[in-house]
C-alpha cells in the first residue's frame, strides 16, 4: 500500500472501495467470485458482459481496491474474493440493496434459498438453522470484545462439532476470526462465517452431506447429511 493511501482517511478509503464495487460489471464480477472459486479474465469478461479489455480494467480496479487477489498458476492467472471479509461485505450489502425495511418476503430462487455457499462457508436456510441450533443448545456463545458478532464454542459444543469430524484446534489455531455472524441475504438472520463455518462447510463437502452445484452457489442437502444434522445436532430439518 503506497504512503498517499495509508495517510488517507478512512472515508475517503470506504469511499474509494464503495466505489469499486458500486460499477454494474465489477459488481457482477464479485458477485460470481463469491462461491469461492478463481476465475480469469476470460470467464469474468463472459459474467460482466463486458470486453476482455475492459474486464482487464475493472479487475485492475478491484485489485487496486483490495477486493481481488491475482493468482497465476502456469500461463494462466486467476482471480478471487480476496477473502471472507469480501463476501461478508458484498452479503451485507445485498439486504441493504433490498431497500427501505418492510415485510419480509423471499424472493431468492428455492435452491439457492436453501442452502449455497457464501464463499468458504455454508449460507441459506440450511446454515441459519444450524447456526441457531448451536446458539439455542449453548454450544456457541458471544464474546465481548471490540468486535460485535464474534463467538466461541463451549466445551459441549467442541465435543458436538468434534463429533462431526470438524478439527475444532486446528482452526482455532488459524489466523482469521474463529467463530463470527454473516447476515444471510436471503433470510435477512445471520449464519455461521469465519474459520469454524469455512470448516464446518468443507466436512459438509468431504463427508457428503452436501452436494455443490456445477453451476450456481447453490448446494444439496443429500440424505446423509440430513440423517448426521438431525442424529449429531439434534437439527430439525423439515422444512430445509
Not at 441493504?96 to 457464501?118: K, W
Not at 456457541?140 to 478439527?167: C, F, K, M, N
Not at 475444532?168 to 435477512?188: H, K, Y
Request: aromatic residues 4%; glycine residues 8%; positive net charge.
Amino acid at each position: 500500500m503506497n504512503a498517499s493511501k495509508t495517510s488517507a482517511s478512512p472515508d475517503a478509503l470506504l469511499s474509494e472501495v464503495a466505489a469499486a464495487i458500486a460499477e454494474p460489471a465489477r459488481t457482477r464480477m464479485l458477485c460470481c467470485l463469491m462461491d469461492g472459486h478463481a476465475r480469469t479474465a476470460t470467464e469474468l469478461a463472459v459474467v460482466a458482459q463486458v470486453a476482455a479489455s475492459t474486464a482487464s480494467v475493472h479487475l485492475a480496479r478491484l485489485k487496486a481496491s483490495h477486493l481481488v487477489d491475482a493468482v497465476a498458476q502456469g500461463k494462466h492467472r486467476y482471480f478471487r474474493l480476496a477473502g471472507p471479509q469480501v463476501s461478508s461485505a458484498l452479503e451485507a450489502l445485498m439486504v441493504l440493496s433490498s431497500g427501505a425495511p418492510r415485510p419480509f418476503v423471499p424472493r431468492t430462487p428455492n435452491r439457492l434459498r436453501e442452502a449455497r455457499t457464501c464463499y468458504d462457508h455454508l449460507a441459506g436456510t440450511l446454515a441459519v438453522a444450524v447456526y441457531d441450533q448451536l446458539l439455542g443448545q449453548g454450544w456457541l456463545l458471544p464474546v465481548d470484545g471490540p468486535r460485535p458478532g464474534t463467538y466461541e464454542l463451549t466445551q459441549s459444543g467442541e465435543d458436538r462439532l468434534a463429533e462431526l469430524g470438524i478439527d475444532v484446534p486446528g482452526t482455532r489455531a488459524q489466523r482469521r476470526r474463529f467463530a463470527c455472524a454473516c447476515m444471510d441475504w436471503s433470510e435477512r438472520k445471520p449464519h455461521l462465517g469465519g474459520a469454524l463455518g469455512a470448516a464446518f462447510l468443507k466436512q459438509a463437502m468431504t463427508s457428503g452431506w452436501v452436494a455443490a452445484d456445477l453451476d450456481s452457489r447453490a448446494v444439496t442437502l443429500t440424505p446423509k447429511g440430513r440423517r448426521t444434522l438431525q442424529k449429531r445436532l439434534n437439527l430439525s430439518l423439515e422444512t430445509t
